[in-house]
């Protein structure tokens, strides 16, 4: 049973709240395994040199983190006021999404199953 007035346990649950400013995207349409090579290069490192990395890599799941890694800037210079240069990638994680499942034929009518898989990416940025 939950103590205090219901105003007071949401007080209470939003002072324990996460102030590092951060983006995620659902349902992107890559799997996590090929997410987490881009997100492997760039964890840790200060948001220039991560922009850099991701715009210059060839792989697909490096557009849709750049896109990412770029709004979690906006957030933290409109909302939490830091400067962009201060920046770092704290933590970057990608989780599995749903899967879309769909059916190729094969011979003597057969059917195999092909998984498209999606994942959802969060990127956590701080200053140094």
């Given at each position: 049973?939950?103590?205090?007035?219901?105003?007071?346990i949401?007080?209470?649950?939003?002072?324990?709240k996460?102030?590092?400013?951060?983006?995620?995207?659902?349902?992107?349409?890559?799997?996590?395994?090929?997410?987490?090579?881009?997100?492997?290069?760039i964890?840790?490192k200060?948001v220039?040199?991560?922009?850099?990395?991701?715009s210059?890599?060839?792989?697909?799941?490096?557009?849709?983190?750049?896109k990412?890694?770029k709004?979690?800037?906006?957030?933290?210079?409109?909302?939490?006021?830091m400067?962009?240069?201060?920046?770092?990638?704290?933590?970057?994680?990608?989780?599995?999404?749903?899967?879309m499942?769909?059916?190729?034929?094969?011979?003597?009518?057969?059917?195999?199953?092909?998984?498209k898989?999606?994942?959802?990416?969060?990127?956590?940025?701080?200053?140094?």
């Open positions: 049973m939950a103590k205090g007035h219901r105003s007071q949401k007080r209470e649950r939003n002072a324990n996460d102030t590092r400013p951060s983006a995620k995207v659902s349902y992107a349409r890559v799997s996590v395994q090929k997410a987490c090579f881009v997100l492997d290069a964890r840790g200060d220039t040199t991560a922009l850099a990395i991701v210059y890599n060839p792989r697909y799941a490096s557009t849709v983190i750049e990412l890694l709004s979690a800037i906006a957030n933290a210079e409109n909302n939490n006021g400067k962009a240069e201060n920046l770092y990638i704290e933590e970057c994680y990608a989780g599995e999404g749903p899967i499942k769909r059916v190729r034929p094969r011979a003597q009518g057969r059917a195999y199953r092909i998984e898989r999606m994942s959802n990416i969060t990127i956590v940025l701080n200053e140094k």
